[in-house]
């Protein structure tokens, strides 16, 4: 099926063979707009890769420009979505499956008549008991909390390892956070935020990660030497990027089959 959305002039050329784009389970639509711009350009906005071409084009140009653009954007997207999509909301539902630094567990999700929300794990599996009146968004934000206190320790040794063994470099507090287009960041006092979405990574992109942003902590741009350093610790490092771009969309609860 071919998305064709035209606003302002009928241009035949640019919407022919602009299929939707299928990426990381969602499909995203092209519209094709003439706009008073100077140059062509592309977007994502929601569910739709928006491009932009200058009304003074004549029908057969800008044909050939959103073709190439809409080109681009499709191979960018297939190879980043997180990119350009943003993460996934992470939402954690009864009979979920989580895979946390490699380990398997089975969410248990139980509505009483308790005063509050009350969570524990035992034999791979999180239990939660929880108010009836307690809502979804409540209940979600006490797993996930629940999650990065069992094993943000986890996760610090790890880093601390990997900066003791490659770099010896003083580091301060390491976070998680819910970014939604970032992996990792690490400031100029070297206080390192990992994105919460990592805790449902295999232990060798965590690892590409945390030596990605301690590799920061030596260079702070992403330059020919820093790429080197990276390399110097996980030669494969551009397999396991080009995993986690291919992944993101995935790193997220699985529900039940």
């Not at 800008?62 to 073709?67: Q, W």
Request: hydrophobic share 40%; with cysteine.
């Amino acid at each position: 099926m071919i998305s064709r959305v035209i606003e302002i002039g009928e241009i035949t050329e640019i919407t022919e063979g602009l299929t939707p784009i299928s990426v990381a389970g969602r499909t995203i639509s092209v519209k094709v707009l003439r706009a008073q711009i100077r140059n062509c350009y592309a977007r994502v906005r929601g569910d739709f890769l928006v491009i932009k071409v200058p009304e003074r084009m004549s029908g057969r140009s800008a044909g050939k420009a959103a073709t190439e653009l809409y080109r681009r954007m499709s191979n960018a997207l297939q190879k980043d979505p997180g990119r350009f999509l943003g993460m996934p909301e992470i939402n954690f539902n009864d009979k979920d499956t989580l895979y946390i630094l490699d380990n398997k567990l089975s969410v248990n999700i139980l509505r009483t008549d308790a005063e509050r929300i009350k969570i524990s794990t035992f034999n791979g599996s999180i239990y939660v008991t929880a108010p009836i009146s307690a809502s979804s968004a409540r209940i979600n934000l006490r797993i996930r909390r629940f999650i990065e206190k069992t094993y943000l320790p986890d996760l610090c040794r790890m880093v601390h390892a990997i900066n003791e063994k490659h770099f010896c470099s003083t580091i301060g507090t390491i976070t998680l956070r819910d970014n939604l287009t970032t992996w990792g960041s690490c400031s100029r006092d070297n206080n390192i935020i990992l994105n919460f979405r990592l805790l449902h990574a295999p232990q060798h992109i965590l690892e590409y990660v945390a030596v990605h942003e301690l590799a920061h902590t030596k260079i702070r741009n992403h330059s020919k030497r820093f790429w080197q350093t990276v390399s110097s610790v996980i030669p494969d490092y551009k397999e396991r990027r080009r995993w986690l771009r291919t992944n993101s969309q995935f790193l997220k609860p699985l529900p039940a089959s």
